[in-house]
C-alpha cells in the first residue's frame, strides 16, 4: 500500500509558486505562432506512427447554472439553455474537421466530457453529443472504453444516470468540494449529502465503474475539524478514487475569487493541518497515493496503471493510458497530438467565428524540441513513476543522463538531505516523504522556470 508520511516542517519549507505539471513545456510556453498548418502536420506524423496510437478526447462543455466563487475554470454562467444547443452545432463542426486528420482506423480509447458542467446539456443534447461523436470517430466497445463525465449533482435529473449509462460512460466525476453548508455558503455552492448520495447510488446501479470524488482544502471558513467531519462522509460513501486538491486563491486573476473574503480563509497552518490530516484519515481507510492530489482504492484503474507503469499525467489530472494521442474539443479545450500541445480560442464568439470560417479554432500551442521531449519524459517520470532509471533516457534519447543534466543533479543536494529523494547508481528516487512535494522536484528539471518573468503567476505547490 502506498502511505504517504505528511511531514509538516517539509511541507512549510517548500511552499511555493510551482507549475502542476499537467504538461511539459506547461501552458506559459504555448504561443500564437503555432497554428492550424502545424496542428495538421502533428497529426499526420502520429497517423504515420507503426503502430498508430489510440486515440483520447477532451469536450469541453463550458456551460453552468450559477457561479462557484472559488472557480478558476472556463465558464459560461447561464439559464438560456438554448445556448447549448448552438454550442453544439459547433462542436459538430469541429469535430468534422479533426475527424478528418486521424486516420479512420485509430479508436478513440478515452473519452472525457469536462466543464463547466457538462450534465448541463439535456438528456437529449447528450444524445446528440454522443451521436456526432461517433459518426466522425471511431469509438471503443465494452471493456476497452473509458468514457467519463464531470457531474454537478445538482444539474442531474432522475434520468441522467440512466442516460450517461446507456451512452457507455463508465466512469463519473463528482464534484463535492465540502459537505460543510457554512463553507457552501461561502463559496455560493448549496449542494446537500443527500444530493450527492442519490446521484452516485444512481451511478451503481447503472454500472458505473469508477466513481471519484472532488474536494478542495482551504476554502474560507474551513478548519481540520469541520473538514474531518467531510471525510468522515466521504469514507462512508467510499468512492473508488478521490481527488483532493489545494484552493488557490487568486483574486487578481480569476474575478469570481473576489467574492471569497480573504479573511475567512483558513491561515495557512490551518490549512497544512487540513491536507495532513485528510492523507493520515485517507491511508489509515486503505486508499493509496497516487502521486499528488489523487488517492485511489487498491483495485481501481489508476492504481493498477501506476503499478503497471502507464500511468500519465494530462489536463485532467492523473490518467491511466500513456500511449493516447489527446485531441480537444470545445471552447479552451488543450489537445496532446504526436510532439506538439495545443490550445483553442477562449472565448465563444471566436470559436464560433472560427468555424464558420471552416478553420480550426486554433488559439496557441508550442513543438516540441528535443530537450522539451526529454524533460517531458524525465518530469512525468517523477510525477507517475516516482523514479528516473538514467539507461532508459540514455537508450531513448542517445545522452550521457549525469551529463546531460548535472546542474539538475546537484541541485537535489538539499532536497536528498531532506529525505525527499535519493541519488543512487544509475537512478533518482523519490522518497515517501517527497511524494507530496512531486512538483518541487519536477521544477528542477524544468529549464523554463530559470528564465520565467514575474508575469507568470503559478499556485503554490502545498
Given at each position: 500500500?502506498?502511505?504517504?508520511?505528511?511531514?509538516?516542517?517539509?511541507?512549510?519549507?517548500?511552499?511555493?509558486?510551482?507549475?502542476?505539471?499537467?504538461?511539459?513545456?506547461?501552458?506559459?510556453?504555448?504561443?500564437?505562432?503555432?497554428?492550424?498548418?502545424?496542428?495538421?502536420?502533428?497529426?499526420?506524423?502520429?497517423?504515420?506512427?507503426?503502430?498508430?496510437?489510440p486515440l483520447s478526447l477532451y469536450v469541453h462543455v463550458p456551460f453552468c447554472e450559477s457561479l462557484c466563487y472559488y472557480c478558476a475554470c472556463?465558464?459560461?454562467?447561464?439559464?438560456?439553455?438554448?445556448?447549448?444547443?448552438?454550442?453544439?452545432?459547433?462542436?459538430?463542426?469541429?469535430?468534422?474537421?479533426?475527424?478528418?486528420?486521424?486516420?479512420?482506423?485509430?479508436?478513440?480509447?478515452?473519452?472525457?466530457?469536462?466543464?463547466?458542467?457538462?450534465?448541463?446539456?439535456?438528456?437529449?443534447?447528450?444524445?446528440?453529443?454522443?451521436?456526432?461523436?461517433?459518426?466522425?470517430?471511431?469509438?471503443?466497445?465494452?471493456?476497452?472504453?473509458?468514457?467519463?463525465?464531470?457531474?454537478?449533482?445538482?444539474?442531474?435529473?432522475?434520468?441522467?444516470?440512466?442516460?450517461?449509462?446507456?451512452?457507455?460512460?463508465?466512469?463519473?466525476?463528482?464534484?463535492?468540494?465540502?459537505?460543510?453548508?457554512?463553507?457552501?455558503?461561502?463559496?455560493?455552492?448549496?449542494?446537500?449529502?443527500?444530493?450527492?448520495?442519490?446521484?452516485?447510488?444512481?451511478?451503481?446501479?447503472?454500472?458505473?465503474?469508477?466513481?471519484?470524488?472532488?474536494?478542495?482544502?482551504?476554502?474560507?471558513?474551513?478548519?481540520?475539524?469541520?473538514?474531518?467531519?467531510?471525510?468522515?462522509?466521504?469514507?462512508?460513501?467510499?468512492?473508488?478514487?478521490?481527488?483532493?486538491?489545494?484552493?488557490?486563491?487568486?483574486?487578481?486573476?480569476?474575478?469570481?475569487?473576489?467574492?471569497?473574503?480573504?479573511?475567512?480563509?483558513?491561515?495557512?497552518?490551518?490549512?497544512?493541518?487540513?491536507?495532513?490530516?485528510?492523507?493520515?484519515?485517507?491511508?489509515?481507510?486503505?486508499?493509496?497515493?497516487?502521486?499528488?492530489?489523487?488517492?485511489?482504492?487498491?483495485?481501481?484503474?489508476?492504481?493498477?496503471?501506476?503499478?503497471?507503469?502507464?500511468?500519465?499525467?494530462?489536463?485532467?489530472?492523473?490518467?491511466?493510458?500513456?500511449?493516447?494521442?489527446?485531441?480537444?474539443?470545445?471552447?479552451?479545450?488543450?489537445?496532446?497530438?504526436?510532439?506538439?500541445?495545443?490550445?483553442?480560442?477562449?472565448?465563444?464568439?471566436?470559436?464560433?467565428?472560427?468555424?464558420?470560417?471552416?478553420?480550426?479554432?486554433?488559439?496557441?500551442?508550442?513543438?516540441?524540441?528535443?530537450?522539451?521531449?526529454?524533460?517531458?519524459?524525465?518530469?512525468?517520470?517523477?510525477?507517475?513513476?516516482?523514479?528516473?532509471?538514467?539507461?532508459?533516457?540514455?537508450?531513448?534519447?542517445?545522452?550521457?543522463?549525469?551529463?546531460?543534466?548535472?546542474?539538475?543533479?546537484?541541485?537535489?543536494?538539499?532536497?536528498?538531505?531532506?529525505?525527499?529523494?535519493?541519488?543512487?547508481?544509475?537512478?533518482?528516487?523519490?522518497?515517501?516523504?517527497?511524494?507530496?512535494?512531486?512538483?518541487?522536484?519536477?521544477?528542477?528539471?524544468?529549464?523554463?522556470?530559470?528564465?520565467?518573468?514575474?508575469?507568470?503567476?503559478?499556485?503554490?505547490?502545498?
Open positions: 500500500m502506498s502511505v504517504v508520511p505528511f511531514d509538516r516542517a517539509l511541507q512549510q519549507k517548500y511552499d511555493r509558486p510551482g507549475p502542476r505539471y499537467t504538461s511539459y513545456p506547461t501552458a506559459p510556453q504555448f504561443h500564437h505562432g503555432f497554428d492550424a498548418v502545424q496542428y495538421a502536420a502533428a497529426a499526420l506524423e502520429s497517423n504515420a506512427v507503426p503502430l498508430p496510437r472556463n465558464k459560461i454562467v447561464t439559464r438560456h439553455r438554448g445556448k447549448a444547443d448552438v454550442y453544439l452545432d459547433y462542436i459538430e463542426r469541429e469535430l468534422a474537421l479533426q475527424a478528418a486528420l486521424f486516420d479512420g482506423d485509430r479508436t478513440v480509447q478515452q473519452l472525457h466530457l469536462g466543464g463547466g458542467t457538462p450534465t448541463y446539456l439535456s438528456a437529449r443534447q447528450l444524445w446528440r453529443l454522443m451521436q456526432s461523436i461517433a459518426h466522425h470517430f471511431r469509438l471503443a466497445a465494452g471493456k476497452e472504453r473509458e468514457f467519463s463525465i464531470e457531474i454537478d449533482p445538482r444539474a442531474v435529473d432522475e434520468d441522467t444516470m440512466e442516460v450517461l449509462a446507456e451512452l457507455g460512460f463508465n466512469r463519473i466525476s463528482l464534484g463535492v468540494q465540502d459537505f460543510d453548508p457554512r463553507v457552501q455558503a461561502a463559496v455560493n455552492r448549496l449542494q446537500s449529502e443527500e444530493e450527492t448520495r442519490r446521484v452516485i447510488e444512481q451511478a451503481r446501479t447503472n454500472g458505473v465503474h469508477s466513481i471519484s470524488l472532488d474536494l478542495i482544502y482551504g476554502l474560507p471558513l474551513q478548519t481540520v475539524k469541520s473538514f474531518d467531519a467531510t471525510l468522515d462522509r466521504v469514507l462512508d460513501i467510499r468512492p473508488d478514487r478521490l481527488s483532493i486538491y489545494s484552493y488557490a486563491h487568486l483574486p487578481e486573476r480569476v474575478r469570481a475569487q473576489r467574492l471569497i473574503r480573504t479573511e475567512d480563509l483558513p491561515p495557512a497552518g490551518e490549512k497544512l493541518s487540513i491536507l495532513g490530516h485528510s492523507i493520515n484519515r485517507l491511508n489509515a481507510a486503505g486508499y493509496r497515493t497516487i502521486g499528488m492530489d489523487h488517492f485511489a482504492l487498491p483495485d481501481n484503474e489508476l492504481s493498477r496503471a501506476m503499478d503497471a507503469g502507464t500511468l500519465q499525467r494530462n489536463f485532467q489530472g492523473y490518467s491511466t493510458h500513456a500511449d493516447c494521442d489527446l485531441i480537444g474539443i470545445g471552447v479552451t479545450a488543450i489537445g496532446k497530438v504526436a510532439d506538439s500541445y495545443s490550445q483553442n480560442v477562449k472565448h465563444l464568439n471566436r470559436y464560433y467565428a472560427e468555424l464558420d470560417a471552416g478553420r480550426l479554432p486554433l488559439e496557441r500551442g508550442v513543438l516540441l524540441d528535443f530537450d522539451d521531449r526529454l524533460r517531458r519524459a524525465v518530469i512525468e517520470a517523477v510525477m507517475c513513476r516516482w523514479e528516473v532509471d538514467y539507461a532508459s533516457f540514455e537508450d531513448d534519447y542517445n545522452i550521457a543522463f549525469q551529463d546531460y543534466f548535472a546542474p539538475e543533479l546537484v541541485s537535489l543536494d538539499e532536497m536528498e538531505s531532506d529525505g525527499l529523494v535519493t541519488r543512487e547508481p544509475g537512478r533518482l528516487r523519490i522518497q515517501p516523504r517527497g511524494r507530496l512535494l512531486l512538483r518541487n522536484v519536477a521544477m528542477v528539471f524544468d529549464r523554463y522556470l530559470r528564465t520565467a518573468t514575474p508575469i507568470v503567476q503559478y499556485s503554490r505547490t502545498v
